[in-house]
Nanobody, 121 residues
Framework: QVQLVESGGGLVQAGGSLRLSCAAS????????AAWFRQAPGKEREFVAT????????AYSDSVKGRFTISRDIPKNTVYLQMNSLKPEDTAVYYC??????????????WGQGTQVTVSS
């Protein structure tokens, strides 16, 4: 089992950058696929990015491809989401998740509490 804690959210102007962190405790995070999801007010939760076990391949939603980068620091047991060129439509609560398979439609068994990202225009 693994416990996840996100941090790094905040308020940023459009065009700015933020880096979200997802720190894991319990089992080694590298044993799990990891992902970021987000949920804006009044909208369904949506997939943002995923990375496979270890530092395996990553995949992104079309809305963030080329702007966001997911990465993993294995010794620190942490997954990151570097967000550049932020847009107001990126405003949402961002959630980190861990599971046994990567992918936008995979099942993720472990979730963090979320961190708020607000992008002002």
């Amino acid at each position: 089992q693994v416990q996840l804690v996100e941090s790094g959210g905040g308020l940023v102007q459009a065009g700015g950058s933020l880096r979200l962190s997802c720190a894991a405790s319990g089992r080694s995070f590298s044993l799990y696929a990891a992902a970021w999801f987000r949920q804006a007010p009044g909208k369904e939760r949506e997939f943002v990015a995923t990375i496979s076990w270890g530092s395996g391949p990553a995949a992104y939603s079309d809305s963030v491809k080329g702007r966001f980068t997911i990465s993993r620091d294995i010794p620190k047991n942490t997954v990151y989401l570097q967000m550049n060129s932020l847009k107001p439509e990126d405003t949402a609560v961002y959630y980190c998740a861990a599971g046994y398979s990567p992918g936008s439609t995979a099942r993720y068994d472990y979730w963090g509490q979320g961190t708020q990202v607000t992008v002002s225009s």
